[in-house]
């Protein structure tokens, strides 16, 4: 089947690290990645991790997948109120079908 | 500037009303694909268009329409509007290849009354 879940929201301080989760259902998907989607705004690729890879390093991001328990999660280190947006969890198997989550929203308090 | 542009941003329409949502993309890009977002639903796909003239249903395709006569221009159509196709609509494009990210529009916010 082809589902992805995430929680709706999340709340933390500036300077704090962020952690969103995401959970997919087919493990045969390719490719996991996370979009940002800021107000009034269409999405835009964060990163994303290849179903081989456990982690991925970028910066102020990192992913971790663990493909056994079918669970993807970012982390935001010192979260900074620009960081405010809807996450969106994604997943494909080509280029062709991509299944979005229903993303969630990060709320950073100054 | 590499982009998707589409238009309108805002769209107020009534019910039965046919009206087009255009979509357009500078990248050369092969792939193009319309989603609808809502709340509570995330992004659902409405169609998609692998290279000119080839286009292929989404998870959603009813009550919409589209074409692909161009490999820039992707336009969606609402041949007879509801108001359950009230919704924020954004149109994406990608290379086409395995790890191709999609671009996105700014969207289109679309209510029919």
């Known amino acids: 089947g082809e589902d992805v879940e995430q929680s709706l929201f999340l709340s933390v301080r500036e300077g704090d690290s962020s952690v969103i989760n995401c959970t997919y259902t087919d493990s045969s998907s390719t490719y996991l990645y996370w979009y940002k989607q800021e107000p009034g705004a269409g999405l835009q690729l964060l990163t994303y991790?290849?179903?081989?890879?456990d982690m991925k390093q970028d910066q102020r991001l990192t992913v971790l997948l663990n493909k056994k328990d079918k669970h993807l999660s970012l982390r935001i280190a010192d979260t900074q109120t620009g960081d405010s947006a809807i996450y969106f969890c994604a997943e494909s198997w080509g280029y062709q079908k991509v299944t979005f989550g229903i993303g969630t929203k990060l709320q950073v308090i100054p | 500037e590499a982009q998707v542009t589409q238009n309108p941003r805002y769209l107020i329409t009534v019910t039965g009303k046919k009206l087009t949502v255009t979509c357009s993309q500078n990248m050369n890009h092969e792939y193009m694909s319309w989603y609808r977002q809502d709340p509570g639903l995330g992004l659902r796909q409405i169609y998609y268009s692998m290279n000119v003239e080839v286009t292929d249903k989404g998870d959603v395709p009813e009550g919409y329409k589209v074409s692909r006569k161009e490999k820039r221009n992707f336009p969606l159509i609402l041949e007879s509007p509801s108001p359950n196709q009230t919704s924020l609509y954004f149109c994406a494009s990608s290379l086409g290849q395995a790890m191709s990210p999609l671009h996105f529009g700014n969207g289109t916010r679309l209510t029919v009354t």
């Open positions: 991790i290849f179903s081989n890879m």
